[in-house]
């Protein structure tokens, strides 16, 4: 990179800094960030400082198990809670009942809505059918939350945290997937009975919390404080711009987040291999 410095960090970790620093959990000492994504994402904040173990391996919090003998984990476990609370366990789960639907000739809206095709199933598909009040659609969509409400409420009796931020593309059903996960925690919580509670709350920054967070790394004193600042704001800026449709610029806003994306993850995968081969 002709001798500019690089600076690498987990993109989970990094989404927890920011939405720490800047998004929902601003103001917090302590916050876990839980991204439902292909797979469940985690981010430790302890003290204000990204937790990642001794060995830099830490904070895999979709992959401790929440179903022993469950299903089948790519990380070769069984039962991982990434396997049922991930937006690919979600398509996992509303595929089997509506397999099940198909065999017992039960109809279901969410048939409809994928026009019989499996492979048009989603993570809204079986949202869809529960807000119209499908019952097939309601079971997928509890248990769903079930698994999700019973890994934060593990989270929170490990780290007991102040704020545990939930994003990724399922987080926007807001108080329909929040309220119930509350509520079960309300009843699973070690310290339900304390005036000081977690809150959970849906992550601010979306797509663009890994980006601000990987600005935000001089906070730990990994970038001199002064040019992160900058670097920071440079960021929001841009992406301000990008939302309102300001930015002079002939690319679209996909294109922009494309690109930015595609570039830190290049010269980041590089000094990767450069650091990897200078040990």
Same mark, same amino acid.
């Given at each position: 990179?002709?001798? $500019? ?7 989970? @970790?990094?989404?927890? %800094?920011?939405?720490?620093? +800047? =998004? ?12 439902? *994504? ?11 400082? &990204? ?15 929440? #179903? ?7 990380? *070769? ?10 937006? !690919? ?5 509303? %595929? #089997? ?16 809505? $994928?026009?019989?095709?499996? !492979?048009? $199933? ?12 499908? %019952?097939? *659609?309601?079971? &997928? &969509? ?9 890994? $934060? ?10 704020? &545990? ?21 309300? +009843? ?5 009975? @304390? ?7 849906? +992550? ?10 990987? +600005?935000?790394? =001089? %906070? ?5 404080? #002064?040019?992160? #600042? ?34 830190? !993850? ?14």
């Amino acid at each position: 990179l002709g001798g $500019i410095p690089v600076y690498i960090e987990n993109d989970a @970790n990094a989404a927890a %800094k920011a939405e720490a620093m +800047a =998004g929902a959990a601003k103001g917090s000492r302590s916050s876990v960030m839980i991204t439902l *994504g292909t797979g469940v994402g985690g981010g430790i904040i302890l003290d204000g400082k &990204v937790y990642a173990g001794f060995n830099f391996a830490g904070a895999e919090l979709g992959h401790t198990v929440i #179903e022993k003998d469950g299903r089948q984990c790519s990380c *070769g476990r069984r039962g991982c809670w990434e396997t049922y609370s991930s937006a !690919t366990g979600l398509v996992v789960t509303t %595929k #089997e009942k509506i397999l099940a639907c198909r065999a017992k000739k039960i109809p279901t809206l969410m048939e409809k809505l $994928i026009c019989g095709d499996l !492979t048009r $199933i989603s993570g809204k598909t079986a949202f869809t059918a529960a807000k119209h009040n499908d %019952k097939a *659609g309601r079971e &997928v &969509v509890n248990q769903y939350i079930d698994y999700l409400a019973c890994g $934060i409420a593990n989270m929170i009796n490990i780290f007991q945290p102040e704020v &545990v931020c939930i994003g990724g593309g399922v987080s926007k059903q807001g108080e329909t997937l929040l309220a119930p996960i509350r509520a079960y925690v309300d +009843a699973e919580d070690y310290a339900r009975s @304390n005036a000081q509670r977690t809150r959970i709350v849906c +992550a601010e920054l979306f797509n663009d919390a890994g980006i601000v967070g990987a +600005a935000m790394l =001089g %906070k730990q004193g990994i970038i001199p404080a #002064e040019d992160s #600042e900058k670097i920071v704001e440079g960021l929001k800026n841009i992406l301000a711009e990008i939302d309102a449709g300001t930015l002079e610029i002939d690319m679209t806003s996909e294109d922009i987040h494309t690109f930015v994306e595609g570039e830190l !993850t290049r010269r980041i995968g590089d000094a990767g291999k450069r650091l990897h081969t200078a040990r």
